[in-house]
């Protein structure tokens, strides 16, 4: 059983930061592939990134890509997700997932484990 517990959202101006953290237990963090979606009202649950068990390789969705980083600590069993110059159009609750997969992947449907989700509120 693994369970994953997002922190860090919260509400900012458009062009600010903040930085999600996502805290594992249960099974070796290291054993999985994570990655973040994120879904806002009305509208499906979409990728944001994803990183390889090692930390070695990352996959951003062009929405993201320059803006936001996605990284792990497997020693500390958390994931993060660095997130600058955000718009309002980022405004979403966000997700931490883990999945069995190998190769990187934006499929939500093959991810696992998910947490309860962190809410982020840009705005303009």
């Known amino acids: 059983q693994v369970r994953l517990v997002e922190s860090g959202g919260g509400s900012v101006q458009a062009g600010g930061s903040l930085r999600l953290s996502c805290a594992a237990s249960?099974?070796?963090?290291?054993?999985?592939?994570m990655g973040w979606f994120r879904q806002a009202p009305g509208k499906e649950r979409e990728f944001v990134a994803s990183?390889?068990?090692?930390?070695?390789?990352?996959y951003y969705a062009d929405s993201v890509k320059g803006r936001f980083t996605i990284s792990r600590d497997n020693a500390k069993n958390m994931g993060y997700l660095q997130m600058n110059s955000l718009k309002p159009e980022d405004t979403a609750a966000y997700y931490c997932a883990g999945s069995n997969r190998f190769i990187l992947t934006t499929n939500r449907a093959v991810y696992n484990y998910w947490g309860q989700g962190t809410q982020v509120t840009v705005s303009s």
């Open positions: 249960g099974r070796t963090f290291r054993e999985y592939l």
């Open positions: 990183i390889t068990r090692s930390g070695g390789n990352t």
